[in-house]
């Protein structure tokens, strides 16, 4: 994208590790709030439609609790969804500067889409809220019941449309990090229908999806049953609800991760494989199995006491798996980030050159500082140069150390002045002169 290529700056090597370590925090959070978003919004919509078709208010009554514990409030939204995906996107556009592959442009997408879809989100919430309220009314008025029903289609519309957003701003985002991983890949990135069609994205995404289900029911469970001594005030049915429904959940998602992962390993290109990859990787499925554990204990003998671990394993699953991805990338883009290093020490002396401290060219300084008193055949101020180098011929030492201080040398011409020039611009010119003068 243009436009983000114009506010990247040059990147040393040591800049690029520092991209990778920020990249690695950024998506600490942003992944596990994304998840939460997408799955929570999931399971509230769901419950929702499914209160609505049973009349049943213990789902509606659910769906909105959920709906408010994940969306916690606009500034919550803000900060941990929007801001990190912008900042994603500079540090994509300068890890891929250069590098002709579409991935910044899917991101871009991706922040466009999730900030539709969480607006959206909001809406439902707060139509979900609303409507409750008109509706506990004892004796709603035509107009109450009027606004009751638009709220109702705002709300169904809002939930539904909300979702397909950011289903469809999770997959751009998994496919503008996953291109970043495949360079053989680069070219094909600019093809909507590659971009359909990717067995690795379309995976990955897959189990993006998944893990969201499991680590929402997980946070479910976490603030119902845990944080903070879990809530106290629940009916008992509202109670069972809660816990069979997530408990339930948060199981069947967990369990379809280590397939899904292993398969996501195996599309890895081999650009992109290490230990590292692969230690993170069994790091992931090691904690998996702990929480599977754990779920299987609690549903067996029907209590919450592991509410908290299987909370928190889960997102250090969500963790290793980052630090492998991000292995990957930075594997994967090695090349393409000497590239840049190497591009970056071009610019480096382009910018010292101005102030006459790195970039030295010889040919310039002889222009600059020579020509006007020197040719190589004919007498200007000073001597031609076939007169009076061929003295110096394998001795440049002699020659750089009398252009740095001239001495008076021949009675037919003025002293020549000082230059003033730095011992490795003296070398540079003196290798230059000699240079021109073999030509000749
Ligand atoms: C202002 C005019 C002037 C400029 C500018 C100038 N020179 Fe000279 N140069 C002279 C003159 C006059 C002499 C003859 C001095 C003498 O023989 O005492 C000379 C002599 C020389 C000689 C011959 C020295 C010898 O041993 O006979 C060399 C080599 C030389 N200049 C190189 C350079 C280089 C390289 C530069 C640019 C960095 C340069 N000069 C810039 C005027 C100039």
Redesign the pocket.
């Known amino acids: 994208m243009g436009f983000f290529d114009s506010l990247v700056l040059p990147q040393s090597a040591e800049h690029i590790t520092l991209l990778h370590y920020m990249t690695k925090l950024i998506l600490f959070v942003f992944l596990p709030f994304l998840s939460v978003l997408i799955g929570g919004a999931t399971i509230s919509v769901f419950y929702k439609n499914k209160g609505l078709k049973e009349n049943n208010s213990i789902f509606l009554r659910f769906a909105k609790e959920i709906i408010e514990l994940i969306t916690i409030n606009k500034t919550a939204g803000l900060l941990m969804g929007l801001l990190p995906m912008l900042a994603l996107i500079f540090i994509y556009s300068q890890l891929l500067h250069l590098a002709k592959v579409a991935s910044v442009t899917y991101l871009i997408f991706s922040l466009v889409t999730i900030t539709i879809g969480v607006i959206l989100i909001f809406t439902y919430r707060y139509s979900l809220s609303v409507k409750k309220i008109i509706d506990s009314s004892s004796n709603p008025n035509d107009e109450a019941k009027d606004l009751s029903e638009n709220l109702s289609t705002l709300n169904n519309k809002s939930g539904t449309w909300g979702l397909i957003m950011l289903y469809v701003a999770s997959y751009f985002f998994i496919a503008g990090t996953t291109y970043a991983i495949y360079p053989e890949s680069w070219d094909a990135s600019f093809s909507v229908f590659n971009l359909f069609l990717s067995l690795p994205i379309f995976t990955k995404w897959i189990y993006f999806i998944v893990a969201s289900h499991a680590i929402a029911g997980a946070l479910i469970l976490f603030t119902y049953f845990y944080w903070e001594g879990g809530r106290q005030e629940l009916s008992d049915d509202f109670a069972t609800l809660v816990k069979n429904s997530t408990l339930k959940i948060t199981l069947t998602f967990a369990l379809a991760q280590p397939i899904l992962l292993l398969i996501n390993v195996v599309l890895l290109p081999s650009t992109a494989l290490s230990v590292g990859v692969f230690g993170f990787v069994v790091i992931a499925l090691f904690i998996l199995f702990l929480v599977f554990h754990f779920l299987y204990d609690m549903i067996k003998n029907s209590h919450v006491k592991f509410s908290g671990w299987v909370f928190i394993l889960l997102i250090f699953v969500s963790v290793s798996l980052i630090i492998s991805e991000q292995l990957s990338l930075s594997n994967s883009t090695r090349k393409h980030s000497a590239i840049l290093a190497a591009d970056y020490e071009v610019k480096k002396k382009e910018l010292l050159g101005d102030k006459g401290i790195a970039a030295i060219s010889g040919a310039e ?2 222009q600059a ?6 040719a190589f055949d004919k007498r ?4 031609p ?1 076939k ?3 061929p ?2 011929q394998g001795n440049i030492e002699k ?1 750089i150390q ?2 740095r201080n ?12 000082n ?1 003033g ?1 730095k011992p490795n ?2 070398r540079a ?2 290798e230059y ?1 000699f240079e021109k003068y073999k030509v000749q």
């Not at 500082?369 to 020197?374: E, G, I, K, L, P």
Request: hydrophobic share 40%; aromatic share 12%; glycine share 2%.
């Open positions: 300084i002889y500082r020579c020509a006007s008193c020197h200007l101020v000073g001597p140069y007169e009076t180098l003295k110096y020659l009398f252009i001239p001495t008076k040398i021949d009675p037919a011409y003025p002293p020549m002045p230059p020039l611009e003296a010119v003196a002169i």
